[in-house]
């Protein structure tokens, strides 16, 4: 009671009653979320898989205790479905701002995600990109837009550190490597981003070779990389020709390590189609549940308790990125778009708060978060593992690999 005469006396009846009042407003209001993915259509399966990502933090953050800056107010999220189409997603994000969201967070795909974030940014509702990696979403030198997932060059990008630091690792640097992607627009883009990162990083790119996708026969080509005698193999290849492209390597013994780019390489089929066969090929990837972090194991076990499915990569990114918005909410104290974009601004996850593969997530002038890289995965006795980066690392690498004969 004397604790309650003090602040009375100091600050006057009604200037605390103003503040309980609104203490109580701000507990009882949800934080509406707008979560904008292709919900409907040919790519839901990958919508509905990235939502879990957010469902999943959004329950963890509201039974913690929710946003404790803003009296405990729980995160509520506010579905729009692109169904996979830009026109439909500009739409789809207007609706989410008319419904007094705080901010927005999508659309997987980058070409839904490059229109729908310029709306964004005229409505000045700050956004979070946790999968679209197109470079140039963050090219526009937009205030409103972060993007926690690492660039589409950069995969390119990786694939090449990771063969310099195995190699060297093992005392074996490689020197020399064949570029082979199909011939669409994801293996061409690859593929530049290939011969730039093996530039920056000294490595001979011996030949590049584009195919065409369905391939039915790769003797040809890959009898003409046996000649080449290259280092390693870096591809770019769905399922159906990351599979005959294995099995001819094999046939001609091609002894030289198949460094993937995702895609074919990185999906469960690969290895029930190969078998054996699969064993020692690389690939990159977002994120796994081996990933050496603290709380990975324990969040993956709670997430395939929940939904039935591992925690993938894009699920790992939406889920972190949830806990972006969370952090920026709980410094910005308040829900006003602009304080919540500077605070955005200044987001700094770092060690055991950020589950992703690198230290620490944050954003520069562009919006980028520039520590973002992928992993490397090699496929052990019929499992991915990561091997890459080192230190989240959970097998060693098998680095040369062993020719086919001895296998």
């Known amino acids: ?93 207007q609706k989410l701002e008319r419904k007094g969201v705080v901010a927005i967070m999508g659309a997987y795909q980058s070409g839904v995600t490059f229109p729908v974030t310029q ?6 509702v700050p956004f979070i990109d946790p999968v679209a990696i197109a470079d140039s979403i963050t090219s526009r030198g937009f205030k409103y837009l972060f993007k926690v997932s690492p660039q589409a060059s ?9 063969v310099k630091e195995a190699s060297e690792k093992v005392g074996k640097p490689v020197k020399s490597v064949v570029l082979l992607h199909e011939d669409t627009l994801f ?8 011969v730039a990162a093996a530039e920056q990083f000294g490595i001979k790119v011996l030949d590049r070779i584009a195919y065409p996708k369905d391939s039915a026969d790769m003797t040809a080509t890959m009898a003409k990389i046996k000649q080449m005698n290259p280092d390693a193999v870096l591809l770019v290849s769905y399922l159906s020709d990351a599979v005959l492209i294995t099995k001819t390597m094999k046939e001609l013994g091609i002894d030289a390590p198949i460094v993937g780019t995702s895609a074919g390489h990185i999906d469960p089929a690969y290895i029930s189609t190969l078998g054996k066969d699969a064993d020692y090929t690389f690939t990159v990837g977002e ?10 194991p324990e969040i993956s076990k709670r997430f395939k308790e929940k939904f039935g499915v591992d925690m993938n990569g894009h699920a790992a990114e939406t889920y972190m990125s949830t806990y972006v918005l969370a952090d920026a909410l709980e410094r910005a104290g308040s829900t006003d778009r602009k304080k919540l974009r500077d605070a955005l601004a200044e987001t700094k996850l770092c060690g055991d708060q950020n589950i ?28 991915h593992k990561t091997v890459w980066p080192f230190e989240s690392a959970s097998a060693a690498l098998e680095w040369p690999v062993p020719a086919w004969s001895t296998r």
């Open 1 to 93: 009671m004397i604790f309650r005469r003090t602040i009375f006396k100091a600050l006057g009846l009604a200037a605390i009653l103003s503040q309980i009042t609104a203490y109580n407003v701000i507990a009882a209001d949800n934080i509406k979320v707008g979560i904008l993915l292709p919900l409907s259509g040919s790519v839901a399966p990958i919508g509905v898989n990235n939502r879990r990502g957010h469902e999943f933090a959004v329950e963890e953050i509201n039974a913690n205790g929710g946003i404790k800056s803003l009296g405990g107010a729980k995160l509520e999220m506010i579905d729009g479905d692109t169904q996979g189409k830009p026109e439909i997603g500009i739409t789809e994000l």
């Open 119 to 124: 709306v964004s940014e005229k409505l000045r």
């Open 154 to 162: 950069w995969y390119a990008r990786d694939q090449i550190r990771f």
């Open 187 to 194: 293996g061409k883009s690859t593929g530049d981003g290939q």
């Open 287 to 296: 994120w796994a549940t081996d990933v050496k972090k603290k709380g990975v």
């Open 356 to 383: 992703l593969p690198y230290d620490c997530v944050r954003f520069d002038q562009t919006g980028q978060s520039p520590e973002a890289q992928l992993i490397i995965m090699q496929i052990i006795d019929g499992q």
